[in-house]
């Protein structure tokens, strides 16, 4: 398989004793090797800024395998880019990154089943369920509803 210069490619292979090349490590072909190697410029990782001369059966292209969706490496980049913004902005820069791409929209339906948990928990309690029981509907209602707040703010505020 050839690869030209200039391709952005990410390592596949198994890696090799003592290399600080990695699985999902990315670089770019900066000479295609006579036969079937390529010369790669790393741009992440612990090999980065170095050139290797790396089996062209180790390396993936990575516009195809976007185009291709081959999941086998899709997961992998994203764990190698995510440890790439760990590395330079922490837990939160992570987080907030992930968030610009929106990838944690899930977390919305997370915090709905937790909010609801704790109104449902509070308002079977049978203590609180006698006090619930003498207000109307939307009393009883606007009771759950704040003490449901006000029981996640205090709980969690200072985590």
Same mark, same amino acid.
């Given at each position: 398989?050839?690869?030209?210069?200039?391709?952005?490619?990410?390592?596949?292979?198994?890696?090799e004793?003592?290399?600080?090349?990695?699985?999902?490590?990315?670089?770019?072909?900066?000479?295609?090797?006579?036969?079937?190697?390529?010369?790669?410029?790393?741009?992440?990782?612990?090999?980065?800024?170095?050139?290797?001369?790396?089996?062209?059966?180790?390396?993936?292209?990575?516009?195809?395998?976007?185009?291709?969706?081959?999941e %086998?490496? /899709?997961?992998?980049?994203? @764990?190698?880019?995510?440890?790439?913004?760990?590395?330079?902005?922490? #837990?939160? &820069?992570? +987080?907030?990154?992930?968030?610009?791409?929106?990838?944690?929209?899930?977390?919305?339906?997370?915090?709905?089943?937790?909010?609801?948990?704790?109104?449902?928990?509070?308002?079977?309690?049978?203590?609180?369920?006698?006090?619930?029981?003498?207000? %109307?509907p /939307?009393?009883?209602?606007? @009771?759950?509803?704040?003490?449901?707040?006000?029981?996640?703010?205090? #709980?969690? &505020?200072? +985590?």
């Amino acid at each position: 398989m050839f690869i030209a210069e200039g391709a952005h490619v990410a390592y596949i292979g198994e890696g090799e004793p003592d290399s600080p090349i990695v699985f999902g490590d990315e670089g770019h072909v900066i000479l295609a090797a006579e036969g079937d190697g390529s010369h790669i410029q790393w741009t992440s990782g612990a090999a980065r800024e170095a050139i290797s001369l790396i089996s062209n059966a180790d390396l993936q292209e990575i516009k195809r395998a976007q185009a291709n969706l081959d999941e %086998s490496l /899709e997961v992998p980049l994203q @764990v190698v880019a995510a440890r790439d913004i760990y590395d330079k902005s922490g #837990s939160g &820069g992570l +987080l907030n990154s992930l968030n610009k791409e929106g990838r944690l929209g899930f977390f919305e339906d997370i915090a709905q089943r937790v909010v609801d948990g704790v109104y449902e928990s509070i308002r079977d309690q049978p203590s609180f369920r006698t006090i619930l029981g003498q207000l %109307s509907p /939307e009393e009883a209602d606007s @009771v759950l509803n704040l003490a449901t707040t006000s029981l996640l703010r205090d #709980s969690f &505020g200072s +985590l």
